[in-house]
Every structure is written in C-alpha cells, then in structure tokens.
C-alpha cells in the first residue's frame, strides 16, 4: 500500500477522531475494506482507501498517524494477525495491540447513499466557513455551539457576536442546527448534502462523507442585532496593511489552540493598534495609521483568521458612539461585535 496515499485518506477524518476520548474506541481510527472511519460519538466521517486492506480492525489513531508521517518509505504492507495490525516499511517493523477494542459503536453508523441527494448552492460551504468563526465552545450554551441554517440564511452566536450569511438559493425547508466540529472536516467542494431525523450528512466532491449529530433546542433570535446594522453611520476604514499586520500575530500564535487566538483592536483617534499576547512569555503590538481621524476611541478582539476572512470582502467597519456594536457588512455577509468605548 501506498502510505502518501494513506495518510492523506487517514487525515481527512482525523478532526472526526476524538483526541482526549473518554472511551478508548473514540480515539481510533476504524479500518473496513476500503474505507477508514472517525466517529467520536458526536461526528463521523469516512474516506476511501486507495486499495482495500481485506479486513476490519480499531487501531489508536495518534500513534498510527505519527508512524505513518514518519514512515521513511511510501511502499508498506500492513496485515492483521491474531490480535495485532502490523505494519512493514523496508527494514521497519511496527505492531499494534487490536484486542480489547469494541467496533459496535463504529459499526453501527447507518452511512447513507447521498449520491442521490440534493446538492447545496455554490455558496453553502462558503457561508458555513465565514459564520464558524462566531460559533460558541461553552457547551452549557446549547445551540449556540452549532451553525444554524434556515430558510437561506446561515447565523452562528456566541452570545457576544453575530455572523449572518445569505445564500442565493434556499439550502432547507426545516431548520437545523449542525454541530461547528462537522464544518472543520468539510474542505473542497460539497457535491450533496441531507438531514434526516437523526443526523445531517454531506458528501464532498473527493469522496469523504461526514455527518453528525443536529444539536437540539431552539435557537435564539438574533435579528434584533441584525436589525441595528442599518443605523451604524460611522465608517471607518482598516488601512491596507491589516493584512500584514494579522499574519504576523497569527505566525506568533502556534502554541495557542486555535479557539483561544484572538488579536485585541483598539481604534482611537486616528490610529489603529492591534496587540497579541498569549498572557505569559510574548507580546506583540503595532499601531497603523488611519485615513482619517475619529472622535472617539473604542476596542474589540477577534479571531486572527476570522478578520483576514472578512478583510477578504471588506476593509470597512460600521459603528455609531454609543451604541455597542461594531459591524462588517458586504453583499450577502453581516459580522457584528460588541465593542467597548471609552
């Protein structure tokens, strides 16, 4: 077997494998003829395996991967004996203990045909990337850790900011809330996607099918804040070199998970300053220059990527002294923040 090939297989449904599982099963990767399976009891995704092994066996996914990784050929033989999946690569050597794992839970999952599905808009997979940013990791939030979709409108939350998102076509006739851990897996092309009365599924354009739990409860209304967004009448213009500046703070954030980076924006006069910190052993701060001047001074924090994303549509910010919300607004895409004056 190819191991190039492999990996690339393995990897794209690694996020779908639990890192810190509270049972054993969750933290493997589960091998079926010609697919390999991740399933942490909340989101599953499957990918074809460029040749089939001919057996069904649980392997621990993060050893396996860093073997894989740092395999010095491409061509492996990997077999199952007795109890162990033993992998060969020139004068390596590898063995791995496969008793004592139960494939019920990975078994169980009812994988779906999608092929004949509907397909979603061009702009779907486009809408859930820009509003996963505003996504909740507090689990005792509810809903507010999922992607809402209804009608044609994506909005996410976290009780501080909002992102709306409005596709072209309709994407549901029922509302559905998709867990934001499923979107991470989603890279390419969508080619169909379905949800059904227990789980939403899509299939990608390079064979992978995911799918996942919808989480349950009703969604809070948020147009409300929507709604403001047409009286923010300042505007303010984020010089060309955010770009630059963003990269190098996010370039200082490797050693921070990727839900806790935020770069601190602090607006006054007619400055700008961005500032990183990971509160310990760095800080980084660089102040750039305005078009024009501002009356007041006002801060908000945000995720490195997330403003590069929206920087992508619009380098113009809304906002309005003393009303609390900041927003990004383009064609079909509103991002709103609380914000602080001083």
Same mark, same amino acid.
């Given at each position: 077997?190819?191991?190039?090939?492999?990996? @690339?297989? +393995?990897?794209?449904?690694?996020?779908?494998?639990?890192?810190?599982?509270?049972?054993?099963?969750?933290?493997?990767?589960?091998?079926?003829?010609?697919?390999?399976?991740?399933?942490? %009891?909340?989101?599953?995704?499957?990918?074809?395996?460029?040749?089939?092994?001919?057996? =069904?066996?649980?392997?621990?996914? @993060?050893?396996? +991967?860093?073997?894989?990784?740092?395999?010095?050929?491409?061509?492996?033989?990997?077999?199952?004996?007795?109890?162990?999946?033993?992998?060969?690569?020139?004068?390596?050597?590898?063995?791995?203990?496969?008793?004592?794992?139960?494939?019920?839970?990975?078994?169980?999952?009812?994988?779906?045909?999608?092929?004949?599905?509907?397909?979603?808009?061009? =702009?779907?997979?486009?809408?859930?990337?820009?509003?996963?940013?505003?996504?909740?990791?507090?689990?005792?939030?509810?809903?507010?850790?999922?992607?809402?979709?209804?009608?044609?409108?994506?909005?996410?939350?976290?009780?501080?900011? +909002?992102?709306?998102?409005?596709?072209? @076509?309709?994407?549901?006739?029922?509302?559905?809330?998709?867990?934001?851990?499923?979107?991470?897996?989603?890279?390419?092309?969508?080619?169909?996607?379905?949800?059904?009365?227990?789980?939403?599924? *899509?299939?990608?354009?390079?064979?992978?099918?995911?799918?996942?739990?919808?989480?349950?409860?009703?969604?809070? =209304? +948020?147009? /409300?804040?929507?709604? $403001?967004?047409?009286?923010?009448?300042?505007?303010?213009?984020? /010089?060309?070199?955010?770009?630059?500046?963003?990269?190098?703070?996010?370039?200082?954030?490797?050693?921070?998970?990727?839900?806790?980076?935020?770069?601190?924006?602090?607006?006054? @006069?007619?400055?700008?300053?961005?500032?990183?910190?990971?509160?310990?052993?760095?800080?980084?701060?660089?102040?750039?220059?305005?078009?024009?001047?501002?009356?007041?001074?006002?801060?908000?924090?945000?995720?490195? $990527? *997330?403003?590069?994303?929206?920087?992508?549509?619009?380098?113009?910010?809304?906002?309005?002294? %003393?009303?609390?919300?900041?927003?990004?607004?383009?064609?079909? *895409?509103?991002?709103?923040?609380?914000?602080?004056?001083?």
């Amino acid at each position: 077997m190819n191991r190039t090939q492999l990996l @690339e297989a +393995v990897k794209r449904v690694l996020l779908a494998v639990d890192s810190r599982p509270a049972r054993p099963e969750m933290g493997c990767l589960y091998f079926k003829d010609d697919v390999v399976i991740g399933f942490n %009891g909340l989101i599953g995704a499957r990918a074809k395996l460029s040749e089939p092994l001919g057996f =069904d066996v649980l392997v621990p996914a @993060e050893k396996f +991967v860093k073997l894989l990784t740092d395999l010095p050929t491409d061509d492996i033989e990997i077999q199952l004996t007795e109890e162990q999946l033993e992998i060969k690569a020139g004068s390596l050597k590898a063995t791995y203990a496969t008793a004592g794992y139960d494939t019920a839970t990975h078994t169980s999952i009812e994988w779906p045909d999608l092929a004949g599905a509907p397909a979603p808009p061009e =702009d779907f997979l486009e809408g859930l990337l820009m509003c996963k940013f505003t996504v909740s990791n507090n689990v005792a939030k509810g809903t507010l850790c999922g992607i809402n979709v209804e009608n044609n409108q994506i909005i996410t939350s976290d009780g501080y900011r +909002v992102a709306s998102f409005h596709s072209k @076509e309709k994407l549901t006739d029922e509302q559905v809330v998709i867990p934001s851990t499923l979107i991470s897996l989603l890279s390419g092309k969508i080619t169909n996607w379905l949800v059904t009365d227990k789980n939403v599924w *899509f299939a990608m354009e390079d064979g992978l099918v995911a799918g996942g739990v919808p989480l349950v409860g009703g969604y809070p =209304d +948020v147009k /409300p804040f929507l709604e $403001q967004v047409s009286s923010l009448t300042k505007k303010i213009e984020f /010089p060309a070199e955010t770009l630059a500046t963003i990269k190098l703070h996010a370039d200082q954030m490797g050693d921070i998970i990727d839900a806790d980076r935020e770069v601190k924006v602090k607006i006054s @006069e007619d400055q700008i300053s961005f500032t990183s910190t990971d509160g310990a052993s760095w800080n980084v701060e660089r102040l750039l220059k305005l078009g024009r001047k501002i009356d007041a001074e006002l801060t908000f924090s945000i995720h490195p $990527q *997330f403003l590069t994303d929206i920087l992508s549509k619009t380098s113009e910010m809304l906002c309005e002294p %003393g009303n609390n919300i900041a927003a990004f607004r383009k064609d079909s *895409f509103v991002y709103i923040t609380g914000i602080e004056w001083a």
